[in-house]
């Protein structure tokens, strides 16, 4: 018997497209070119986060060549750059936004920017300085498709979601590995236009050793992304119009494989997904 069908639409793909390793795995021909990775990516994942604005200042030129390697129905989730979240230097943030904003236009005006990923350090601790900062950059923000992401436990409290909920601001749920200082993994909606939601993997040891292959070493199970759904997904999904969900567990192109696991695990409970 089909379940009955849910209207939260998933948008499902992985955090980032472009692995070398990945040729290796298969997932894409053995002879692509990283300047033809989002073509082949965009054949099979409708959304895809960017993982490389996290490192480096979006330029709108740069930015509107890729959005032209994909069909105009492809989304993008863009992470925010790094030296407004983990190298902030407090006299020159609010013009790097200004930049960041700028430099994501062209995702902005063409309507595929789903979201924009406030991605913070596991040493962003709930303190009243960063607490300040994370208020002047929201607000600078302003208007965009925020999404936050907390790393460090200390900001896992009502006050932080009320805020959030205020402001329209979606917190992402995290699938990590249950360790005593990360963010727990939660169900709480805060924005009910869109749900973010990113697997990062429950390698345990690769998580302590701080080596990023080991730490995103992992691959999913159906067992466990069945429970994921049940326990988080449906919950959630009753209290928004639309998902995203992205893997990070990058290594060997499990994350390729696990997003389209769950594709067809999210069609099976009544979900439209892509």
């Known amino acids: 018997m089909q379940p009955e069908p849910n209207p939260c639409r998933f948008y499902v793909g992985t955090s980032g497209y472009s692995y070398a390793e990945w040729k290796e795995a298969g997932f894409y021909p053995a002879d692509a070119q990283s300047a033809h990775m989002l073509s082949l990516y965009a054949r099979v994942f409708p959304i895809t986060e960017l993982n490389y604005t996290w490192y480096q200042m979006p330029r709108a030129e740069a930015v509107e060549r890729q959005r032209q390697k994909a069909s105009s129905a492809f989304l993008f989730a863009a992470k925010l750059t790094r030296v407004l979240t983990h190298e902030i230097e407090p006299e020159q943030w609010p013009e790097q936004a200004d930049q960041y904003r700028k430099g994501i236009a062209p995702l902005i005006k063409s309507g595929q920017l789903s979201a924009i990923l406030i991605q913070l350090p596991p040493y962003f601790a709930r303190t009243l300085a960063n607490r300040r900062h994370l208020a002047a950059l929201l607000d600078k923000l302003q208007g965009l498709p925020l999404a936050v992401e907390f790393r460090h436990r200390s900001w896992a409290v009502d006050r932080v979601f009320q805020e959030l909920e205020r402001r329209g601001i979606t917190l992402v749920t995290v699938d990590t590995p249950a360790l005593p200082s990360l963010f727990p993994s939660l169900d709480v909606v805060t924005n009910p236009q869109l749900l973010y939601i990113r697997f990062h993997g429950r390698n345990v040891s690769g ?25 988080k997904i449906i919950p959630m999904s009753s209290q928004a119009r639309k998902g995203i969900i992205f893997f990070n567990n990058h290594v060997r192109a499990q994350a390729a494989e696990n997003a389209l696991q769950m594709i067809k695990l999210l069609e099976k409970n009544g979900f439209a997904s892509s």
């Open 207 to 231: 998580w302590r050793s701080d080596n990023m292959q080991k730490k995103f070493d992992y691959h999913y199970s159906d067992e466990e992304l069945q429970t994921l759904i049940v326990e």
